[in-house]
């Protein structure tokens, strides 16, 4: 149980293109899903955490606008890359709860298998 | 800002070995965490101790807390070479999100 699916696994784009990253909870409502951001040999970073029909809440110093986080339905959320550029190459992955917000949802997450982007 | 630095930042070992690492966090938390990554994948959870436990053990693992040195450890036993990863510890303190730290990437020789 808890599996949660990242599609595609691997993207390359070029410079000015946008990209959509889908991640969907496979058997249980991810009421909670975060995204974050792993570059090579480095940490994860929290880039946003959102939760269904609602706006997501951003980290500082993610650009909104560019990170475009939607939160539509209890299994798929899914993070546009905006006129990405080559900076933005990285490990993206997503994580799901089925709790909603606060400390209970970061200590129950499910990780998703990641997206390796590519800008050109 | 990073909360939890492990150390070593990479470890290579025998099959059989016991791999140690080690976390280091700064400021008072509600509970720590282990993951494993493996190359290109998502994270998986091994183990959460909170911060009144001293050790907690699963299977091959084993977990430290010293919060008077802001500090824990990951044992792994007897290792194998498909305990070839990454390992994370990720910190809880108050209400706000996970903090990860940068890694330990650990190398099981056949």
Redesign the interface.
Known sequence: GAVVSQHPSRVICKSGTSVKIECRSLDFQATTMFWYRQFPKQSLMLMATSNEGSKATYEQGVEKDKFLINHASLTLSTLTVTSAHPEDSSFYICSASPVRGGVDSYNEQFFGPGTRLTVL | S?QGEEDPQALSIQEGENATMNCSYKTSI??L?W?RQNS??????LI?IRSNEREKHSGRLRVTLDTSKKSSSLLITASRAADTASY?CAT?SG?T???????T?LSVIA
Do not use: I, S
């Open positions: 990073q509600n509970n965490q993951y290109g994948r998502g994270l998986v959870h959460l994370f809880l209400n999100p996970l903090v990860f730290g940068k890694g990437r």
